[in-house]
């Protein structure tokens, strides 16, 4: 990254400019909340059972078994608060208004949503949405499960609104994605690596559209490659950066 931040490029300078504004965001945004991520240190997928209840094998095989971990992360996840970067995505799409294209995220949790962000293409699902198995069907979660786990005949029938590994992205909104992507002027991509190579792709697609790429992230990472503006920290002190400029 340069020694400063192109000042046009900040979340002030994209309020004042008129450039159309997409957002790409990975665990990493999460991880400040608390949220483990997944295949960063100590994330989800270090742990074998975890990465196969997150399978399409373990949806076919154990769907019980699997809803009641993801239950479990439901639980977890339900008292979780948005951080202070969450809060500033809602702020720069409410400031933005037309000009902000969508906020397109990897994570399940909902805290963008929590957060006040209207505009947002979960890409990987939501953990606090079941579909229907056979209908398609999405209801919210009842937030009675949180206090009382459902038995088994509640389950039966649904699953999570979770993209499992190996699965495709046929039930979840990446088309949509892809279009805010190519047709914005700036993509911001917040907390992802790009082990998972969709984000990478995403950003490419941007790229490829004319579109500048601020890339934020402490770590590197594949989302490097085609980044034109890189900010090695978290996000957290993205904005608060960006505030003091």
Request: hydrophobic share 40%; charged share 20%; proline share 7%.
């Amino acid at each position: 990254m340069p020694d400063t931040l192109p000042f046009e490029l900040t979340p002030a300078g994209l309020q004042e400019g008129c450039a159309r504004v997409a957002v790409i965001t990975g665990s990493g945004i999460d991880a400040e909340a608390g949220l483990p991520t997944f295949r960063g240190e100590n994330g989800y997928y270090e742990d074998k059972e975890a990465t196969y209840l997150a399978s399409v094998e373990a949806l076919h095989a154990e769907p019980l078994r699997q809803w009641r971990w993801y239950l479990k992360r439901f639980v977890s996840y339900h008292a979780t608060l948005p951080t202070a970067s969450h809060f500033a995505l809602a702020r720069l799409e409410s400031a933005l208004g037309e000009r902000f294209l969508g906020l397109v995220t990897q994570n399940v949790s909902g805290l963008h949503r929590k957060a006040g962000s209207k505009l947002v293409h979960e890409i990987h699902g939501s953990i606090r949405e079941k579909r229907n198995l056979h209908s398609g069907e999405r209801r919210p979660l009842p937030e009675s499960w949180v206090e009382s786990p459902p038995v088994d005949e509640e389950l039966c029938g649904w699953r999570p609104h979770v993209c499992f590994i190996g699965e495709s992205y046929e039930d979840y909104p990446l088309p949509r994605a892809m279009d805010t992507c190519r047709s914005c002027d700036v993509a911001l991509v917040i907390g992802t690596a790009g082990v998972i190579h969709t984000p990478v792709w995403l950003a490419q697609q941007a790229r490829l559209a004319g579109a500048v790429v601020i890339n934020v992230n402490p770590h590197p990472g594949e989302v490097d490659t085609v980044t034109e503006v890189l900010f090695r920290g978290t996000a957290a002190e993205y904005f608060q950066e960006a505030a003091a400029a």
